[in-house]
């Protein structure tokens, strides 16, 4: 006969075997597509592969020799990358520009020029304009190389600082005054063109160590070296590959879509969805007498209605409501098929349909 659950399955079943079926079929093509697109025909998919990557780097040092000695600064020793060097003892500083690449096989061409650049230039309000009074420049090298992997090209000058400082009051003399602010820097640039991991490459770098004269020293702010780096990529295609979850997730699908559909299919050809009327009452007046059942208590009846007037009631919520006007309770005998309120003189009485089993699906 089945329970009430198995019942209300049925009806849900019954009522909406279209959509049932529907979604059985929706699993089953997804089941099918995912098949065919994870182990007939996966597809495949582009990636990119770094092969080689390089960095092209152009830096400074600097260096003076001592040419007066002192008692800490012997005659021909040498003071390298110093923030600060002393004018008297050892006026004339030494730069090194290297410029060179590492990191992947290739070979660059590499053309260059440094040049002493003086000039007075105001502080531009902030706004980044600044405005340039006078510029003097002079070229202290060309230099050129071909350089391959770890190795550098090297631009080598000198500059006399305390020539500097005497041009600069030279011009400022010349001038009747001393605008803005004076700057003194030794400028590289540098054209590097060439091969580096199978393909051409054009690098374009300027680069600029500054000088600032003082009364008996002269200080030099190197700048951090300036690189570029570069990399070659390649694209390679591969067969799209997928994880367990999507591999056994489409035959899982089609399994559950099929078998769902044949049970289904076997089912409704025996009529095993069908649910009768008196199932449909019965199972209304089960959820009807569950929802009242605060106000019912099982037993027997015996005589107790014998000796009363019986008032039948069409319906049990009816006879609740009269158990709560006279402050009694519904008494049911099932063996009666029958639910009584006494009363008096009077049993007020509701008999369910012939056709409602009032005990089927009781929880």
């Known amino acids: 006969m089945g329970g009430r659950f198995e019942l209300k399955l049925r009806m849900v079943a019954d009522e909406y075997a279209i959509a049932v079926v529907a979604v059985l079929v929706a699993l089953t093509l997804a089941g099918g597509g995912l098949i065919y697109t994870t182990h007939v025909d996966p597809g495949t998919e582009t990636r990119e592969e770094v092969v080689a990557e ?205 078998l769902g559909l044949a049970g289904f299919a076997a089912a409704s050809y025996r009529d095993v969805f069908e649910v009768t009327d008196a199932e449909r009452r019965s199972l209304n007046f089960a959820d009807r007498r569950e929802d009242l059942d605060d106000w019912i208590s099982g037993g027997s009846v015996g005589g107790l209605t014998d000796d009363r007037a019986p008032v039948q009631v069409d319906t049990l919520d009816g006879l609740v409501d009269i158990a709560i006007d006279t402050d009694e309770r519904v008494l049911e005998d099932v063996e009666r098929r029958g639910y009584y309120v006494p009363d008096g003189d009077i049993c007020y009485v509701y008999e369910p349909d012939p056709e409602i089993d009032i005990t089927r699906f009781r929880p």
């Open 54 to 258: 390089w960095e092209t780097t152009g830096e400074y040092t600097h260096s003076a020799t001592i040419t007066n000695g002192t008692a800490v600064f012997p005659l021909g020793s040498t003071l390298s990358d110093r923030s600060v060097y002393y004018t008297r003892i050892a006026p004339i500083l030494d730069t090194d520009f290297a410029y060179g690449f590492s990191g992947a096989d290739g070979e660059l061409d590499v053309e260059g020029e440094t040049t002493l650049v003086i000039r007075s230039v105001d502080d531009g309000g902030g706004d980044g304009e600044r405005t340039e009074f006078w510029r003097q420049e002079e070229r202290l090298d060309t230099f050129s190389g071909t350089v391959t992997p770890g190795e550098t090209v090297t631009s080598t000058t000198s500059v006399n600082v305390s020539a500097v400082a005497a041009e600069i009051e030279t011009i400022q003399s010349e001038l009747g005054a001393s605008p803005g602010t004076t700057e003194v820097r030794v400028r590289t640039a540098v054209s590097a063109t060439g091969e580096i991991a199978g393909g051409s490459e054009s690098y374009q770098l300027t680069h600029a160590l500054t000088l600032e004269p003082g009364g008996g020293t002269y200080t030099v702010e190197t700048p951090g070296p300036a690189s570029e780096t570069g990399q070659r990529t390649r694209s390679f295609t591969t067969e799209q590959t997928y994880g367990l979850p999507r591999r056994a997730g489409g035959p899982a699908l089609l399994l559950v879509g099929l």
